[in-house]
């Protein structure tokens, strides 16, 4: 019968004690204001796209700060993409610039030591540019035996290269996750549905392509993102013993 009633006490006391060292180990923070956790990465999917499908170089760099739950994030990217159609049919066009974004998310997941996140969020996107469209398909009437001026063969200079002129912005919504890869290595990957591109100068023709948006002939467009980045923690891990709760005085 003792043996049972020290074994009833033993069972209530661990009930009490687990419980708050789990909770212990899942706290991380001193101060909840101050954010817990700084990303720094760059995303591989542009860079490898590009180098597939060879149309030039583009590279994007995230950067998240965890404000647990809130999560602010910013990217940077620039490229340059050329489509090259002389060829087949006599054009080329040519798009380099740079874009960033700049929003804000919402964590999903309980903070943990490993920092994972899954998240919803709400993005601000501009991208500045210049392109340049060529053709040689621009003919001129003339008789078979007389040679076409040069200057009829070309593009009208507005169609040749227009720099600095392209300034675009839009809105993304966008969802995705991070999780802990090693001790301070996170891969992440991020769904984008980019919705409201407007042009704000006025252009005699549109590029092929807009830098951090895709085509230009749509108003909408999905995108993603695959993310290497490095974990930096902004707060000192808070770790409580089991012994150090279970000695603490309830009065």
């Known amino acids: 019968m003792?043996?049972?009633?020290?074994?009833?006490?033993?069972?209530?006391?661990?009930?009490v004690v687990l419980p708050q060292c789990v909770m212990a180990n899942v706290q991380l923070s001193n101060h909840r204001i101050w954010p817990t956790t700084w990303y720094l990465g760059i995303d591989v999917a542009k860079t490898c796209v590009g180098w597939y499908k060879k149309t030039g170089p583009a590279y994007e760099i995230h950067s998240s700060i965890d404000f647990h739950p809130i999560?602010?994030?910013?990217?940077?990217?620039?490229?340059?993409?050329?489509?090259?159609?002389?060829?087949?049919?006599?054009?080329?066009?040519?798009?380099?610039?740079?874009?960033?974004?700049v929003?804000?998310?919402?964590?999903?997941?309980?903070?943990?030591?490993?920092?994972?996140?899954?998240?919803?969020?709400?993005?601000?996107?501009?991208?500045?540019?210049?392109?340049?469209l060529k053709s040689n398909k621009f003919q001129c009437n003339h008789p078979p035996n007389k040679a076409c001026p040069p200057q009829v063969c070309m593009a009208p200079v507005a169609l040749r290269h227009s720099k600095g002129a392209p300034i675009?912005?839009?809105?993304?919504?966008?969802?995705?996750?991070?999780?802990?890869?090693?001790?301070?290595?996170?891969?992440?990957?991020?769904?984008?549905?980019?919705?409201?591109?407007k042009i704000e100068n006025k252009?005699?023709?549109?590029?092929?392509?807009?830098?951090g948006f895709g085509l230009a002939a749509f108003d909408h467009a999905f995108g993603y993102s695959l993310y290497v980045l490095l974990r930096i923690p902004l707060q000192q891990n808070k770790h409580t013993s089991c012994g150090n709760i279970a000695q603490k005085s309830v009065t």
């Not at 009833?8 to 009930?15: F, K, N, P, R």
């Not at 993304?172 to 919705?195: D, H």
Request: charged fraction near 15%; glycine fraction near 10%; include cysteine.
């Open 168 to 197: 675009v912005h839009w809105w993304e919504v966008v969802a995705g996750g991070k999780v802990c890869l090693m001790r301070a290595l996170s891969i992440g990957c991020t769904m984008r549905y980019k919705f409201n591109k």
């Open 71 to 101: 999560l602010l994030d910013v990217d940077y990217g620039l490229g340059q993409i050329q489509r090259d159609g002389r060829p087949r049919n006599g054009s080329f066009a040519s798009v380099c610039g740079q874009y960033f974004r």
């Open 203 to 211: 252009l005699f023709a549109l590029p092929f392509d807009i830098p």
């Open 103 to 132: 929003g804000l998310g919402y964590n999903f997941l309980t903070p943990t030591a490993h920092h994972n996140q899954f998240f919803i969020g709400l993005r601000y996107a501009r991208s500045f540019f210049d392109f340049q």
């Open 2 to 15: 003792l043996r049972y009633i020290i074994k009833s006490i033993g069972y209530m006391v661990l009930s």
